[in-house]
Nanobody, 115 residues
Framework: QVQLVESGGGLVQAGGSLRLSCAASGTSASITLMRWYRQAPGKQRELVAGISSGGSTNYADSVKGRFTISRGNAKNTMYLQMNGLKPEDTAVYHC?????????WGQGTQVTVSS
């Protein structure tokens, strides 16, 4: 079983930056794929960015050039550096881990961008 804990959310003005962190526990192996999703009120959950254990990354078109996903030196940690934040980035951001054919989710962290 993998447990995920996110941190780093908060309230920021448009144009500002935040850095989200996700720490996974429950396995000593390198998790295959880690991703950030977000869900705004009244909207479906959407993929923001993903990173494989080998370092390959992918991004939603809406965040390309503004957000950067990375994995930390500590095994199974992940970050999302968010720059140039916009009000439409307001959502609960969830960490996701795909490992041994199962998906695991964190509780989420709120990001609010004021205009």
């Amino acid at each position: 079983q993998v447990q995920l804990v996110e941190s780093g959310g908060g309230l920021v003005q448009a144009g500002g930056s935040l850095r989200l962190s996700c720490a996974a526990s429950g396995t000593s192996a390198s998790i295959t794929l880690m991703r950030w999703y977000r869900q705004a009120p009244g909207k479906q959950r959407e993929l923001v960015a993903g990173i494989s254990s080998g370092g390959s990354t992918n991004y939603a078109d809406s965040v390309k050039g503004r957000f950067t996903i990375s994995r930390g030196n500590a095994k199974n940690t992940m970050y999302l550096q968010m720059n140039g934040l916009k009000p439409e980035d307001t959502a609960v951001y969830h960490c996701n881990a795909y490992w041994r054919y199962a998906d695991y989710w964190g509780q989420g962290t709120q990001v609010t961008v004021s205009s």
